[in-house]
């Protein structure tokens, strides 16, 4: 097994429909250590996100039981969050990081972590 720091993917942006941003590979456990959040817009954007465990092998579905922050950005504001200890663990192949935004496409995101594949 390698292990893997830094940006776990490129940077995106985030959808404006709930969605996964970071799927866990197969064969893989993932530590997401941090996130970056930019809010390109110039109007307010509302950022939510969510830890979302597989469903049956399959990428499982965002709910309230699973959200983790919700976050209003002002315009062209940047955000940094460090997750405390290992941070967050995706064990499994297709547990996912899923986000949804205001606007589609306005606000960019990029995780940072380890990966032990």
Same mark, same amino acid.
């Given at each position: 097994?390698? /292990?893997?720091?830094?940006? *776990?993917? %490129?940077?995106? #942006?985030? =959808?404006? !429909? &709930? ?12 530590? /997401?250590?941090?996130?970056? *959040?930019? %809010?390109?817009? #110039?109007? =307010?954007? !509302? &950022? ?28 062209k504001e ?12 995706l064990g ?26």
């Amino acid at each position: 097994m390698a /292990i893997v720091r830094g940006p *776990l993917a %490129n940077i995106a #942006t985030l =959808p404006s !429909t &709930v969605g996964a941003i970071y799927t866990n590979p197969a064969s893989t456990k993932t530590f /997401i250590k941090g996130v970056t *959040l930019f %809010n390109g817009n #110039t109007s =307010p954007e !509302t &950022v939510k996100l969510y830890n979302v465990p597989n469903s049956g092998g399959s990428v499982g579905t965002a709910a309230a039981t699973n959200q983790f922050t919700e976050i209003s950005l002002v315009a062209k504001e940047t955000f940094f969050y460090e997750f405390p200890g290992d941070g967050i663990a995706l064990g499994s192949t297709n547990d996912s990081i899923q986000g949804v935004t205001t606007t589609a496409n306005l606000v960019t995101y990029q995780w940072s972590g380890v990966k032990d594949a």
